[in-house]
């Protein structure tokens, strides 16, 4: 029989992540990421492909990393306010901005939306995204990024959201798209949103691959987007 003794509790506490020290708010300051570079998409006929995104920007910029969020497609319809909550809390934080290239409406909805103008401003929002990528290569990721520095001027990390459902739609090019991607700076972080459909052009580019799949959804009993939760 060994003759060792369990740990105490408290030389257990000590061996866990943060030596047992429970996590607590602090102030936000600018910093730089260790580890970023990596792309993710997140596709699927569930809900929750941009609030995951958002999740991850929120907790990037909790940390004084640079975000910057584009939206594509995302600009609106009767059932959805002008004010998102998204929008207003990016606004009282630090580190995190946004802009809405979207047009209103949803292609192919029978809404009343112009096709030939989603198209325009998807790919004008793709020119964007060209450019905020060739800034971020242009920028020292390595290194603190002011909080309130312009996208322009470098961002650790880059949300393209519903960029895959511009691409389903066929409002983008799947192949300009996986250039665009393949190639980024090594150390920004590439968040991708969208879609219905396997991303199968991306599969071999994305380090992670996440699928958000349905099982049961309001809007399928008529329920329409919900102030506080779908914006």
């Given at each position: ?139 020292d ?54 879609g ?8 071999d ?27």
């Amino acid at each position: 029989m060994s003759d060792e003794r369990p740990d105490s509790p408290e030389e257990t506490r000590q061996h866990t992540p943060g030596g047992g020290v429970s996590p607590a708010a602090t102030d936000i300051e600018p910093a730089a990421p260790e580890e970023f570079g990596l792309v993710q998409a997140w596709w699927g006929d569930g809900k929750g492909k941009t609030t995951a995104a958002l999740g991850m920007a929120f907790r990037a910029a909790g940390h004084g990393y640079r975000v910057h969020l584009l939206q594509f497609l995302k600009g609106g319809a009767d059932s959805v306010e002008s004010v998102r909550g998204e929008y207003n809390v990016i606004a009282a934080l630090p580190s995190i901005s946004y802009e809405n290239t979207g047009h209103y409406g949803w292609k192919g909805r029978m809404d009343g939306s112009d096709d030939d103008e989603h198209a325009a401003k998807a790919q004008a929002a793709f020119d964007r995204t060209k450019e905020l990528v060739a800034a971020a290569g242009e920028a020292d990721l390595t290194a603190p990024l002011p909080s309130d520095g312009n996208a322009e001027d470098g961002v650790h990390m880059l949300v393209l959201d519903e960029i895959l459902y511009a691409v389903e739609m066929g409002l983008l090019d799947a192949d300009e798209v996986l250039e665009l991607v393949e190639s980024k700076p090594e150390n920004l972080e590439l968040v991708l949103t969208g879609g219905h459909e396997e991303p199968t052009f991306l599969l071999d580019a994305a380090d992670l691959v996440s699928e958000v799949r349905k099982v049961n959804h309001p809007f399928d009993d008529g329920t329409r987007a919900r102030k506080g939760t779908e914006y």
